[in-house]
């Protein structure tokens, strides 16, 4: 299923990714308590991103779906974790998948530790 590969993508990335019930729909409440992002973010994130789309049923009531639910923790990766502006995480949501997120934090967990290298390294020399 796609949402699995996703939910594996995401995990890869480093991204928690909670256990989601065996349901079809989701109210922006659970959502917003799954993702821990307010509600009022995930309605303007609805505006911005055309990755989210939860069905409105009766009342204007918004419904998430799992789908929904996994780019909303891809959004907030981008935005939160990555440091992605609104235009930026567009953008990478447009030219690419999760995957290059993943190849992206390998980066910079690769940077990371060249420069505690670099640093345990100039240590030595001012010794």
């Not at 949501?93 to 995957?99: C, K, P, T, V």
Request: proline share 3%; glycine share 4%.
């Amino acid at each position: 299923m796609a949402t699995d590969a996703t939910a594996r993508a995401l995990i890869q990335a480093g991204v928690e990714v909670p256990e989601l019930p065996d349901k079809l729909f989701f109210s922006i409440r659970e959502v917003s308590e799954i993702c821990g992002v307010e509600p009022h973010v995930l309605r303007y994130w609805e505006t911005e991103f055309r990755h989210i789309k939860p069905v409105k049923k009766s009342g204007n009531r918004r419904f998430y779906r799992q789908r929904d639910i996994y780019a909303i923790l891809q959004i907030k990766h981008l935005l939160y974790d990555l440091n992605f502006t609104i235009k930026g995480a567009k953008k990478r949501l447009q030219n690419g998948d999760i995957e290059e997120l993943v190849e992206q934090t390998s980066a910079q967990e690769t940077l990371r530790q060249i420069r505690e290298e670099l640093a345990s390294i100039r240590q030595l020399l001012s010794d």
